[in-house]
T-cell receptor
């Protein structure tokens, strides 16, 4: 079954600290993996996209890694800011039956406290 | 337009009424997606349009849900005989045809069925 699992479910950190969010997937055939940030009450916003041949991709203070062999990805946030408080969603794309299918994880809720 | 536009942004309707939600994708985007997100939950896939191909309707939860798209432009999601469990935010997203392109989300239409 195609699934995307994220951990932890929620996380609280202090401003300025680093954190790492995890994503494990069982999606096959795998096309790419995306990380999104979703602020409360807003639509998701893309952070990174990685294909199976990419091991790491950065977007400012956000760095995503991908291990296609173990089917794991992580999102590392450096020097967290209060504005990083949001849900972070891991999304894996598979191409099946002529369609792109996006498999969403349930997200990790991050709260950054001063 | 500059981004994916959805309307209405908020809708309160009585149980049993029909509602229509509209999505204007980014100009030139051939792929369009509809998702549902209940409060505090992850995104649920509803339907996917890709150019002139037959849409992937595999995520529609019941025959009360339907969606149309006119060419490569506006899409309308219709929910007939609304139920309280339909209360959610309905998110529309669009992207260029290529598999690896960024998928841009709208801000969503918040539906409350009372």
């Amino acid at each position: 079954k195609n699934q995307v699992e994220q951990s932890p479910q929620s996380l609280i950190i202090l401003e300025g600290k680093n954190c790492t969010l995890q994503c494990n997937y069982t999606v096959s055939p795998f096309s790419n993996l995306r990380w999104y940030k979703q602020d409360t009450g807003r639509g998701p916003v893309s952070l990174t996209i990685m294909t199976f041949s990419e091991n790491t991709k950065s977007n400012g203070r956000y760095t995503a890694t991908l291990d296609a062999d173990t089917k794991q990805s992580s999102l590392h946030i450096t020097a967290s800011q209060l504005s990083d408080s949001a849900s972070y969603i891991c999304v894996v794309t598979l191409f099946s039956g002529g369609y792109n299918k996006l498999i969403f994880g349930a997200g990790t809720r991050l709260a950054v406290h001063p | 337009g500059a981004g994916v536009s959805q309307s209405p942004s908020n809708k309160v309707t009585e149980k049993g009424k029909d509602v229509e939600l509209r999505c204007d994708p980014i100009s030139g985007h051939t792929a369009l997606y509809w998702y549902r997100q209940r409060l505090g939950q992850g995104l649920e896939f509803l339907i996917y349009f890709q150019g002139n191909s037959a849409p992937d309707k595999s995520g529609l939860p019941s025959d009360r849900f339907s969606a149309e798209r006119t060419g490569e432009s506006v899409s309308t999601l219709t929910i007939q005989r609304t139920q309280q469990e339909d209360s959610a935010v309905y998110l529309c997203a669009s992207s260029l045809e290529h598999l690896g392109n960024t998928i841009y989300f709208g801000e969503g239409s918040w539906l409350t069925v009372v």
